[in-house]
């Protein structure tokens, strides 16, 4: 697993945590309330998306209890299993991407996204 954690204590911070759960790596994003990336993650699955899953949480709780984890969204091939595993919010991937690209780069007007199993070409 790589880890790109700022390795910040949570007191009273509230975070939200973003799930990208996919045939080849889980993406992992921890956003403070200010939606500033506090840890993010790139981890691949070796076929073993939740296994990897549970490990990462884990490495994420030891850090931030759970009652700091105001929301959780989470989208990826593995997503929908994911929700009803652990809780939180399914989105779909053209969804989320499109959202994220337009607020993020609001000129932008292609997002190529090239996964493990399909390609996507959303047109904003």
Do not use: C, W
């Not at 080849?24 to 790139?42: G, I, P, Q, R």
């Not at 209890?65 to 997503?79: A, D, E, N, Q």
């Not at 994220?100 to 609001?106: C, D, E, V």
């Amino acid at each position: 697993m790589t880890n790109n954690s700022k390795q910040v204590k949570s007191d009273n911070q509230k975070y939200y945590l973003g799930l990208d759960i996919g045939s080849v790596s889980l993406n992992t994003v921890l956003l403070d309330e200010k939606y500033n990336v506090v840890e993010d993650y790139y981890d691949y699955v070796h076929g073993k998306p939740f296994n990897v899953l549970k490990e990462r949480l884990t490495s994420i709780l030891n850090n931030h209890p759970s009652g700091t984890i105001s929301g959780i969204s989470v989208t990826g091939t593995g997503g929908k299993l994911a929700t009803e595993l652990i809780g939180g919010v399914f989105v779909n991937e053209i969804i989320a991407q499109a959202t994220s690209t337009g607020k993020l780069y609001p000129d932008a007007q292609t997002v190529i996204e090239i996964g493990g199993e399909d390609s996507k070409l959303i047109m904003l």
